[in-house]
């Protein structure tokens, strides 16, 4: 599903006279398909370059990276954005379109992927309503909680069905409470096969729901997370 062989990650590439630094050094790890992993570390230590990583933001500069059965290195750019439609991501700031409702930033994954407005329309409304938001369908997302719009971009992750989901910090606007339910929803979705990657620096939330771990430090993998 995910590998890494000794992938370093330079903002800006290797090129110019002044290469910016490495912030990813040497990192080597592989998750199989239908997998829950905590990805932990530190602010700063590396987690949100590692997940763009994953989803094709930015590319390895040195190193091997296979992602979804492709080896990125030589798969073709122009096919990257195929690959890149197979993986889910919520971001950190959530990143909802804030002219667009709930319903309408769900839907926006697969209007672009040119379904039928019928069955969008029935996949939007049941998944919604399976986050919890059934009621706020047509509600802008300023009209929304924090933990509202955090199940809003949730549910715009996931609506395409990827075969593998990347979550930056979800709980980093939430309580307890709305962070265990996220949880449940999480653990959901990777029951039903979705391979789940969750960055976290919440020791307390990763101590109630132990999995797999790969912890960074300083841009480096630790073992024994
Ligand atoms: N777009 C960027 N350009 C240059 N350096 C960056 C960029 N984004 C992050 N960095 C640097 O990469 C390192 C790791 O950052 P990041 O991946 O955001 O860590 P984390 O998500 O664990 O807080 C930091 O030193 C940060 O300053
Ligand atoms: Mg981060």
């Not at 763009?52 to 096919?79: E, K």
């Not at 672009?112 to 329309?121: F, V, W």
């Not at 549910?155 to 979550?167: E, F, N, Q, S, T």
């Not at 789940?196 to 073992?223: Q, T």
Request: with cysteine.
């Amino acid at each position: 599903m995910v590998r890494f062989e000794s992938v370093g990650l330079r903002y800006g590439g290797n090129g110019g006279q002044h290469p910016s630094p490495e912030v990813l050094h040497d990192i080597s790890f592989e998750l199989p398909e239908g997998m829950f992993c905590w990805l932990r570390g530190a602010s700063g230590a590396g987690k949100t370059s590692l997940l763009r990583l994953m989803y094709l933001a930015v590319l390895p500069t040195s190193g091997r990276l296979t992602l979804l059965g492709a080896d990125i290195g030589r798969t073709p750019r122009a096919s990257l954005p195929h690959l890149r439609r197979r993986i889910g991501v919520v971001f950190q700031d959530f990143r909802l379109l804030a002219h667009l409702t709930a319903f309408e930033n769900v839907a926006l994954p697969l209007r672009l992927a040119g379904g039928a407005e019928a069955q969008i329309r029935a996949d939007v409304t049941e998944l919604l309503r399976w986050v919890g938001l059934g009621r706020k369908l047509h509600v802008l997302p300023r009209a929304l909680s924090g933990g509202e719009q955090q199940r809003v971009a949730i549910a715009r992750a996931v609506i395409a069905r990827p075969r593998l989901l990347l979550a930056d910090e979800p709980t980093g606007n939430m309580d307890e409470e709305q962070a265990e339910r996220l949880m449940v929803l999480l653990r959901e979705l990777n029951r039903i096969g979705t391979t789940v990657v969750v960055a976290s620096h919440n020791d307390a939330l990763m101590n109630r729901h132990p999995a797999a771990a790969l912890r960074l430090e300083d841009g480096r993998l630790v073992r024994g997370a």
